[in-house]
């Protein structure tokens, strides 16, 4: 990540004496890291614009003609970083929704991707998935630099594109019996999270603050034209039959298998090469922008999925048939994760139908599939699900919406499998934890299931209402 890195200083015309410190601290602690901080002269292009790739720091407060956002060559590959002398908008007391309000609404107003707020104690990152995260020292460290802000400055949030996924509008059956059944554990689900101030909702475009109807269009454009910003997801990933995993006894001469390679994935385990099948996939997920905590799921479920088109993976999104033209819908900014996850479930199922052909996580995908939980929040060691495992505390602090997020979902879930085959554990499913972000929670149990554990206190008012 230090390597790719190409930021940029562009600076406003008037720093404070403690701005300064700090950018000449950021750009030392960069240094150290084998990172160099280009000025403007050098960095911009004849027309004065920063090439794709390149990351703005931006200290200070811009005039509007200034602004680093009118010197992109694109909106989806320059990361924009206003820095502030100033203590972030934000209170000890701060709900989880509101301190997500104040910094999408000063990303909004300044026009940038990340804010970081400069004091005489210390400094902090705020993000648009709501995560904050303070250093105190008055002044960056290299480590610092390194272990948080150079994964977030490297892994954009960017919804999928066009090109990325197929749009099939109008053809999700919802009449099914299966399709009755899930959308019932979805609305048990929600109505357990109900009063949870950790599922962050909604925050819409149309009440933040703009400094004009131009940079509106701006957030809009970058947003794919959502009404607003809602986070966290719940999925149900439909059952799937998996073929065992083919056991590599001779992984060097792997070349020679071309045909058995086609649709199938290479995966070491346990000092074992195994080629796995790469199945189809079909999940069932909330739409982007919905509120999670109040369904409606005529209009609020999705299915999207992954097919095998010329030997390559291809994603879809369907929407409901009937599904009002009112309702906006997008990709999820969490596609490409929900999918990762989708896949590792796959791929963990064909491995331990070979490894341990009396697991019950196979069996268990094939007849009722697997059930997906994000939100932005950690769980208490003693709320996880019997025969789940935990990952990814180690992992570099990415957003959940990044392909690099994604990755470490499905490599992540792959070690999880490993340590409980060698320590002879059961396997249900894992828990993925996302540093300065979030949590997912993947496996056999249902959503409800799932949301009964993560909310003990919802869940004896809500036994008690059921007839």
Known sequence: MCKRLRPVLYPAPALSPRLERFCCALADAMLALGIAVRSEEQAAGNDGRF????????????????????????????????????APPLTPNSLPQERLDAIVGRLARDMVHILIFVTDHSWSICTMNGGVVTFNTPLPLPEDVRNTLVPKLTAQVVPPRGEDIDMELGTMECRTTEFESVAQDFLECSALWGSNACLLTHTSTEGLEYRSNFYKRIVARYLDQRSGMSYGFFARQLPISVQPAIILEEPEAMDEHGEMMAGMVRVSVQGQTLLVPVPQLRVITTRSGCKKNHLETKNDLLEIGLVQRNGRGRAYLKTPMGCPPEVIVKPSFDTLTILAHALGNALTASILMTLRPEARFPRHLASFGASMTHWHDYPESGLLPEGYHRHGEENPPVACSTPQSAAYSMLGKIAALEIALEEGKSYRGDVHVEPNHGTNIVGILSLAETARLMNPARTPELLHEEP
């Open 51 to 86: 090439a794709p790739g390149t990351v703005i720091l931006a200290p200070g407060f811009f005039p509007d003609n200034l602004l680093a956002i009118n010197r992109v060559t694109t909106l989806y590959n320059n990361i924009i970083v206003g820095i502030y002398d100033e």
